[in-house]
């Protein structure tokens, strides 16, 4: 039976990175610019790898689907980027975020990973200030902090509501510094089509240039992807419209294990749904809970007449509001992980407490902090989430509480990765959301650009050392070879096929049909029943797409729709995964919420017993179900127990 190797160092949990870069392998810098590495994605863990792996010496080559790198998805990130400095002094230290972070994923994460991406926080912080990213200062020149979701310190460092974009604009300078000195090598509007697989190892992709739509061949020594996360299966998310789960499946199909596919985050603060014609969801950042109280009314006449608009909510006295987190949670209050205060407002709508036209909503509500610190410091902190809500929504949040939802925004799941980032094929590595590696069945709130950073700043450029000091002696292949020519072909049939489809369907409309299903019977509560519903109507998505869906066009051209039908032809793949995964975990954890196992009062129950283990599924053949594989989760250095915000 395969084992699964995570390779994780001996020692004590603090010196296992320390352990591992002291004994690993280096490649000089004569043998590095022999060697050729292949990165796709330009997000922050994709650009951040490929400028640090080209100023070690490595010869990169750098693809992304936009037109340039800065417009990578993670230029949305809006809140922060946690790190344990402990500049508040407020009781912050490494293991008190490696705690909070396993904690917070319902000990469902790596012991070891987790504490690496804790203990190398602290670095991000400093790189990213070298680089010039303009971090909020307090009064007197010091980085700002604030709190987000799981935490009871503040240790999240932020530039307004766009810590995304400063971040990328960091990187991207140190990427734009290898593309000037001819180390990386950019190519924009390229979109990785398959990995090419030679005795066993990853050795370059194929990849389509969007704007001819020709297919054309890449070696590299070792694959890179960063190619982010697969929320957008649910069609409506609060991800970029690019954001796809391809690269991911091109990697499972050809032997990586797709690592628990069924966590997904909803995330607690969205604007909510507003009709049927609406193709993105827009995200409150969750810093706002610093500030913003959550409430619904304690009546439910109140409720009503506000759905009816016959009652607004500022005429709602202050002892009718029911502040459902702060009662249920004291200790964490609004700042409850994303999971619990999800599921909370779903609960208070189900059972008939709603606002907005929908009863799909609850408030957010800044009046006590706009008393409290006065209408300018709120402005400073939120002023551009603010200026967003009032675009969209066309109420002024400084006036009215802002209305939210939960939407899907994150995915924990991804490409199964060991201790050094590489999957279960030799040479191919995932870094970023695209792997699953260290956010268990919930992340926290600021932890992903934490996570894509350490991924790319620094634990690649060591780790991958270590598989590429043993490949000094492997020329550059010739993309003529057998196995380029054989990944290009079968590339290109796909192609044909859905061209050749000439439906009445479009692709925006099947993949509608999709994400219905999923957020219906796949979304915030699952059970045996709705996952079973979900794999029936899937198969019926699966049939429709690649019977009667339609192409204009020609392949071999500009073509969005092509470009479009090919990434949901890839989400139903995982839709249909992520359900599988789902009815097979038969406990809840995290975002994985299982209706027949919750505690007396409505919070996850986990199963530690038979579930204590990261689901890697492999891939057995077209039409074939895939079979599971189990990493064991061993804690040394935390007790498992409950969760408790209380
Ligand atoms: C609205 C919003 C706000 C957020 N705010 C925060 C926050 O405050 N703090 C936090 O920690 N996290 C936040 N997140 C999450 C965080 O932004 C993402 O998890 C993170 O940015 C992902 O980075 P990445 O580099 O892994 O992938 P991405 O940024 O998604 O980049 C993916 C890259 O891969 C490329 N690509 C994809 N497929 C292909 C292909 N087949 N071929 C070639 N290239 C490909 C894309 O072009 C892109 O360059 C937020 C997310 C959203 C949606």
Redesign the pocket.
């Known amino acids: 039976m395969t084992q699964i190797n995570s390779k994780i160092p001996q020692g004590p949990l603090a010196q296992k990175w320390s352990n591992y870069k002291a004994s690993q392998k280096l490649v000089n810098p004569a043998n590095k610019r022999r060697l050729d590495i292949i990165v796709?994605?330009?997000?922050?863990?994709?650009?951040s790898a490929a400028a640090s792996l080209a100023e070690l010496g490595f010869n990169v080559l750098n693809?992304?689907?936009?037109d340039s790198?800065r417009?990578?998805?993670?230029?949305?990130?809006?809140?922060?980027?946690?790190a344990a400095k402990n500049y508040p002094n407020d009781g912050d230290s490494v293991f008190r975020l490696f705690y909070d972070t396993i904690k917070g994923g319902d000990y469902r994460a790596r012991e070891a990973n987790v504490y690496r991406l804790a203990e190398v926080s602290n670095s991000i912080i400093d790189q990213c200030v070298a680089q010039g990213v303009p971090f909020a200062r307090e009064y007197g020149g010091l980085l700002d902090n604030r709190s987000f979701g799981g935490a009871q310190v503040s240790r999240t460092f932020?530039a307004k509501g766009q810590?995304?974009q400063q971040l990328l604009l960091g990187a991207y300078s140190a990427l734009s510094r290898q593309i000037s000195k001819g180390s990386v090598k950019l190519h924009t509007r390229?979109?990785?089509?398959d990995v090419v697989v030679i005795d066993g190892k990853a050795r370059g992709i194929i990849?389509r240039n969007l704007r001819t739509g020709r297919l054309e061949r890449f070696f590299g020594h070792a694959v890179v992807i960063?190619?982010?996360?697969y929320?957008n299966t649910f069609f409506l998310?609060?991800?970029?419209m690019?954001?796809?789960g391809?690269?991911v499946m091109?990697c499972f199909r050809k032997g990586a294990y797709f690592a628990n596919p069924c966590y997904a985050q909803i995330h607690p603060t969205c604007i909510p749904v507003h009709g049927e014609f609406q193709s993105k969801l827009?995200?409150m950042?969750?810093?706002l809970r610093n500030d913003g109280r959550i409430w619904v009314p304690k009546k439910k006449e109140d409720a009503e007449a506000i759905r009816a608009g016959k009652l607004k909510p500022i005429q709602i006295p202050e002892d009718e509001r029911d502040y459902y987190l702060e009662r249920r949670y004291p200790a964490f209050g609004n700042l409850v992980p994303r999971d619990v205060a999800s599921r909370a407002a779903k609960e208070r709508c189900d059972a008939g407490f709603g606002v907005g036209a929908t009863g799909l909503a609850v408030y957010l509500d800044f009046s006590e902090a706009i008393n409290r610190l006065g209408r300018d410091v709120v402005e400073a902190r939120y002023g551009n989430l603010f200026q967003m809500y009032y675009k969209i929504v066309d109420e002024d949040p400084y006036e009215t509480p802002m209305m939210i939802y939960p939407a899907i925004?994150?995915t924990m799941g991804g490409i199964w990765v060991d201790y050094e980032c590489m999957t279960s094929i030799e040479g191919l590595f995932a870094?970023?959301?695209?792997n699953f590696s260290d956010h268990g069945a919930n992340r926290l709130?600021?932890?992903?650009?934490?996570?894509?950073l350490a991924d790319?700043y620094f634990v690649l450029p060591y780790t991958i050392q270590n598989y590429l000091a043993d490949e000094i002696r492997t020329p550059r292949m010739s993309t003529e070879l057998t196995e380029f020519a054989q990944a290009e072909g079968a590339v290109q049939s796909r192609i044909q096929k859905i061209m050749a489809i000439k439906g009445n369907r479009s692709v925006d409309s099947i993949h509608k049909q999709l994400g219905l299903i999923m957020w219906e019977f796949v979304g915030m509560s699952r059970s045996k029943e709705s996952l079973q519903e979900a794999l029936d109507g899937i198969i019926q998505v699966k049939h429709e797409f690649w019977t009667n869906v339609f192409i204009p066009g020609e392949s071999e051209d500009l073509n969005v729709e092509l470009e479009k039908a090919l990434r949901v032809a890839d989400f139903i793949e995982i839709g249909e995964l992520m359900a599988r995964d789902a009815l097979h975990r038969e406990e809840s954890c995290g975002g994985h919420f299982r209706i027949e196992y919750q505690t007396g009062d409505g919070e996850a129950l986990r199963d530690d017993d038979n579930f204590s283990y990261v689901a890697c599924w492999k891939y057995e053949g077209d039409g074939k179900e895939p079979s599971l594989l189990k990493e064991p989760l061993v804690y040394e250095s935390v007790h498992m127990q409950q969760r408790n915000y209380k």
């Open positions: 796709v994605g330009t997000g922050l863990a994709g650009a693809f992304c689907i936009q790198p417009r990578a998805h993670s230029i949305a990130a809006q809140g922060g980027i946690n932020y810590t995304g390229y979109e990785m089509m990849a960063a190619t982010g996360g929320g998310s609060t991800n970029a690019g954001s796809n391809s690269a091109q827009t995200l950042s969750e810093s925004h994150y870094i970023g959301e695209a709130g600021a932890s992903a650009l934490m996570q894509g790319g």
